[in-house]
């Protein structure tokens, strides 16, 4: 005899939100404010309605896109996770890597964000607050990660590290041509041993 087979349970309403931003971000990533609701919607395997129930709009989704993107608890992880028995320079390699991927993500988002109109309402409530807490988790993560080499430290970890975030900042400069931009093997000698080459004799 043949059963019945049971229909899958529906996700609870945050699990489903949640779910959906996932499945949109890499399209947002790709695409931009191009992308449409259908483009959204077949991408989480969901009807189209579906997202206007659980979203108000387009942009109230790319809003809470921009905030799963911010998340800081998997760049903590991933940073806490390099081995410490690596070189400094091999750490510091991997962390860049590990915060050009998060922020250029953050950083792609956000332009697409300022591309939609403004809703009436402004940000939603607490969007600054979480902006500053974000940064202040992965600057903590990246501080207790120079921690581990502070007998080679001029300056403290907290200093150097968010010396080392403005390098990656400005690595995702827009404004910055694309021959231009530094290395991650520059952005780790520069924040190491500075921009002045000592093998190189002064005239």
Do not use: W
Request: one cysteine or more.
């Amino acid at each position: 005899m043949q059963t019945k087979q049971r229909r899958a349970e529906p996700l609870p309403p945050d699990d489903r939100r949640r779910a959906i931003v996932e499945a949109v971000i890499p399209l947002l990533v790709k695409h931009g404010a191009a992308v449409t609701t259908r483009q959204m919607a077949e991408a989480a395997g969901i009807a189209e309605g579906t997202i206007f129930g659980v979203f108000a709009n387009k942009t109230a989704l790319i809003h809470e896109a921009v905030k799963v993107c911010m998340d800081p608890a998997p760049v903590r992880t991933a940073l806490a996770g390099i081995p410490s028995t690596d070189s400094i320079e091999t750490q510091l390699a991997e962390a860049a890597r590990i915060l050009l991927d998060h922020f250029g993500r953050v950083t792609v988002l956000v332009g697409v964000l300022r591309t939609m109109p403004t809703p009436t309402s402004g940000p939603p409530a607490g969007a600054r607050r979480y902006v500053a807490e974000s940064h202040a988790t992965v600057l903590a993560a990246l501080t207790d990660l120079l921690t581990r080499h502070q007998n080679r430290l001029r300056i403290e970890p907290a200093r150097a590290a968010a010396a080392f975030q403005g390098l990656i900042f400005a690595r995702l400069q827009p404004l910055v041509a694309p021959n231009e931009k530094l290395t991650i093997e520059e952005i780790v000698g520069i924040l190491l041993s500075g921009i002045a080459d000592p093998t190189k004799a002064v005239t």
